[in-house]
């Protein structure tokens, strides 16, 4: 072979394996083996496990002079804040004939109330999350293809150098390469990971009984509100009455006044009675109105007051269940109390998954595909498996563990919290229930007297014997003694109420506490 024959084959020879070099050699440590994975981290908790949506639902019964007599009585009231105050509209999915029941109102408010389905989507999300965390412990099964069209540019690489006799190009014809490859990768071993989809697996449990939890306040709430418009109702009836009887008792005042059996001391004066029930009409029609839209509000009705209630809730004696009994019954069924129990188990598994970022963990992967020209596709593989080894992360475990620490602390703080205010919310409900349940028969008891009192009032009044204002007074007595009992009865439903909340599935408990009778 002549000399130059030899260098140009050389030639050829050096500018060929500089391109498989240049091109290949990316390619080549690809399949050999991938980066080893970054370390696994746990995933840090809110330092609260308790619920972040906005709002609750609190029943009070507060002493307050009584408006018959100088002792105090109970004054009920039922206070709904934020989200469970909203409600999205349901007459669109669920027609409305005009006519609410209680059922009907807890039904509306369990599906449409904004505190109910808030949670659910809370839940909904937290359930995505625990799905994320659960998809790394999962094969990743991936395909690509990749075609590459490339030229090189010698000298920009520093390729300045000749060979005798033959030629290098400063620029590398086009060439081609197709790369059709399938990837698995999969977790073998990993502490840390595992335990962070154990977490997120106690969170989404934390959830669904929030979401419970969520659902039995707007069935306390939704019943509250309709108990506080029947009050409503009540007072406002009671309220026509008294008018009613204080334009009878005027227009006799009148009429006595022309035969002159009275003074027109004695017709200014009921005059005044009359104007002042017609004021507290006109005041209580417009605490109904109020109250009947709050109610519209929470159960996705138009906010208005257009609508009649199909049910009443009488006075019934609370059925007989021990105090003891009852707490042992709340602790065993209170949602919100194992939502707190779920968080505490999520904080433990996440002080678990930041403790293990200290131990190995390995890793597999595998690729399969061909390479090459188009026209000379060849088949590759690569299988590899990673056992990494954490040395020293600029103390980033002691941080994660640290905060996770904190997190349990908190959340057990939290449970045992909860623990006692439940028994409390039990122990209050009782109080307040034998306090209401006296004063409702006080009440009766008063509204019989203060009757026959009127009664006789007026008769010493017709006879002459005593002035309009003694029945002006005994008319007012009556009045109170009206409110009194209907507050009584409003506080003693508002008391069975609040002791089926506190015992947890409040809506099973309605019928077995509130004696529920369809409006005549």
Known sequence: MRRTDLAGWAGRVAVIALFQFLFFAPRAAAQVGAPPPQAPQATPLPLSGRSTGSGGVTATEAPVPSTTTS?????????????????????????????????????????YNLGAVGMAEALRQSLGQARAARSALLPNVSADAADTEETFNLQSIGFNFTVPGFHIPAVVVPFNVLDLRGRLSQTVADLTTL?????AREEARAGAL????????VVFGVAGA????????ARLASARAQLETANVLYQRTVKQLKFGKAAQIDVNRSRVEVLLNQQRLIT????????????????????NSNYELSSDIPYAPAPPLPLDRAIQEALAQRSDLKAAAAQVRAAERALAAARAERLPSVSAAADYGDIGPPSDLRPTYTVSATVEVPVWNGGR??????QAEAALAQRRAEL?????????????????LQAAANQVEVARENIDLMGKTLQQTRQRFEAGVSENADVVES??????????????????????????RALGNTADRLGQFLSIQPHQ
Not at 195 to 199: L, T
Not at 210 to 217: G, I, N, P
Not at 284 to 303: H, S, V, Y
């Open 416 to 432: 045992s919290d909860t623990r006692s205010q439940i028994e409390s919310e039990v122990r209050t409900a009782y109080l307040d």
């Open 226 to 233: 309709y108990l506080q418009v029947i009050a409503a109702k």
């Open 475 to 500: 008319q007012e007595s009556v009045s109170g003694a009206d409110l009194d009992y209907i507050n009584s009865v409003f506080a003693d439903n508002l008391a069975k109420l609040s002791l089926a």
């Open 284 to 303: 209580l029609q417009d605490d109904l109105a109020k109250q009947k839209i709050n109610l519209a509000r929470m159960t996705g009705l138009p906010p």
């Open 195 to 199: 335990n962070n989809y154990r977490a």
């Open 397 to 402: 475990t002691g941080a994660d563990i640290q």
């Open 210 to 217: 929030s979401a419970q939890d969520a659902r039995d306040l």
């Open 71 to 111: 002792v105090n009585t109970l004054n009920p009231a039922v206070s709904v804040q934020g989200a469970y105050a909203g409600s999205a509209l349901s007459t669109a999915q669920q027609p409305f004939s005009g006519k609410l029941s209680l059922a009907d109102a807890i039904q509306r408010g369990i599906r």
